[in-house]
């Protein structure tokens, strides 16, 4: 049974400091529309320009995955996108009147919290869904970060990650269901280690930091001058470690809560693809660029998928139109007769079959020793699919010619050879008006688009 997306019931505000610039944000999640997708308005900008969370839109992912459209930026988009997933929502407006939304704990806690008092509304649409058949992976050689994608029951995902220091050490978490992503990952806070917490100071770029919204690994000897900063910075008149080496205030939620964080930021970044996932990820060493050029890879994947949409019928079954039937319908006659059944046909689609083997007498010129069905032969082949839809229409079609009017946009993907199984789709681009068929057609065989194109045919009766 096909599940439905969802949105939130209302609008709701909350409001904190931006991380890396110390100000205050209101953020106002509201509801959006079916196939709205997760998208950022800047409403403190004029007009209240809308960045989508795509992965197209990456710029960098220098403290966060930070996105870009024509010149207006979302930093940090990950944790509000993980707590929009984790909560099996579909369709999200978040606004903001800065570029970067508020830190708060340095999780997801308070998004997931603010979404589910919103409330959660089913939509009158299907979810759109990836389903994965095959093994996807990225690696950066670089950093020897890898990214792997493969079929699952449901979205599932495991993060290992090895910071190569003693205090943090290997780490491993596993979210085996959605729906667990707020007893289990949404609290999982942001970690950074004292290292990379001095480059910051001595670049003024965390102004929003405090003990709380931080976990500080400390990998190195504290020293007076560095003490003074992180005192400054945070506010704080006494800082210390703590025994499992971080600065104190602050307790683990989890002894692998590092991990969970990484976790919950694949999840947040991966919704950059912008289609639910159906498959298990298992990510070693996941950084922000990595995740976010999987989600690239994977967002072009899912495309070509969607323009290609392969159909799926069951040839087993028995046809709607078999030879016979169709030659009832159409006037072409073998050799010419190149579809040979009827799957599928209402008023406005048509899914027709035809199995292509070597004693087509095509092969014979085309090309001897190496045989390749001619490219308009298939359009051909398109075109007497439409046929029937549109002689379908009368009460007499073997009265009836069709002719061609127009052809555009033909495009051949893949060579159709000797063994293959055509499988043609026709829709209606407009209705039949006067017994003219203005029609999309697609042809597939061995799971992949092999040619398209926009048809344009008229019925005539015979003289």
Not at 53 to 68: K, W
Not at 140 to 164: A, C, K, N, R
Not at 224 to 239: G, Y
Not at 330 to 356: A, C, Q, T, W, Y
């Amino acid at each position: 049974m096909s599940k439905k997306q969802k949105t939130i019931q209302r609008e709701i505000s909350l409001s904190g400091v931006g991380l890396h610039t110390g100000n205050t944000v209101k953020m106002t999640l509201k509801p959006a529309p079916v196939n709205h997708g997760f998208a950022f308005s800047r409403v403190d900008l004029e007009g209240a320009p809308t960045i989508e969370a795509r992965a197209e839109y990456v710029v960098n992912t220098q403290r966060g995955t930070n996105l870009e459209k024509n010149g207006v930026q979302i930093q940090t988009s990950e944790h509000v996108l993980a707590a929009a997933v984790g909560l099996d929502i579909d369709n999200l407006l978040i606004e903001i009147d800065a570029s970067e939304p508020p830190i708060m704990d340095g999780s997801s806690k308070y998004f997931v919290e603010a979404l589910e008092k919103a409330g959660l509304q089913e939509q009158d649409a299907d979810i759109e869904e990836y389903v994965v058949k095959e093994i996807i992976s990225y690696k950066d050689d670089v950093s020897g970060s890898e990214i792997i994608l493969m079929p699952s029951e449901e979205y599932q995902v495991t993060t290992m990650v090895d910071f190569g220091t003693k205090i943090l050490g290997t780490q491993n978490a596993t979210l085996e269901r959605m729906s667990d992503f707020k007893e289990e990952i949404a609290d999982a806070r942001t970690f950074s280690f004292l290292h990379e917490i001095e480059m910051l100071l001595e670049n003024d770029l965390i102004k929003g930091g405090d003990l709380n919204n931080a976990i500080v690994y400390v990998d190195k000897e504290l020293s007076d001058s560095t003490m003074q900063k992180l005192k400054k910075a945070f506010n704080k008149e006494n800082i210390t470690v703590k025994s499992n080496g971080i600065l104190d205030n602050l307790t683990l939620h989890w002894a692998n809560e590092a991990a969970r964080h990484k976790l919950l930021d694949v999840i947040g970044d991966l919704a950059l693809a912008g289609t639910r996932i159906k498959g298990k990820i298992i990510a070693n060493k996941p950084g922000h660029l990595v995740n976010t050029q999987f989600a690239k890879k994977l967002a072009k994947i899912i495309k070509l998928e969607k323009r290609n949409n392969v159909p799926q019928y069951d040839l087993n079954l028995p046809p709607l139109l078999d030879i016979h039937q169709i030659m009832d319908i159409l006037p072409h006659r073998p050799p010419f007769l190149l579809v040979d059944r009827i799957i599928e046909l209402s008023d406005k689609h048509v899914v027709g079959m035809k199995n292509v083997t070597m004693n087509e007498n095509f092969f014979v010129g085309h090309f001897p020793g190496a045989p390749v069905m001619p490219g308009v032969l298939q359009v051909e082949a398109m075109a007497q699919c439409g046929g029937i839809l549109v002689l379908s229409t009368v009460p007499d079609p073997e009265n009836y010619l069709t002719y061609f009017m127009k052809m555009d946009n033909v495009k051949f993907k893949q060579k159709v050879l000797p063994g293959d199984t055509l499988i043609f789709k026709a829709e209606l681009i407009t209705p039949i008006r006067r017994g003219i068929c203005h029609m999309q057609a697609y042809a597939y065989a061995n799971g992949k688009l092999v040619a398209e194109a926009e048809l344009m045919a008229q019925i005539a009766r015979k003289k």
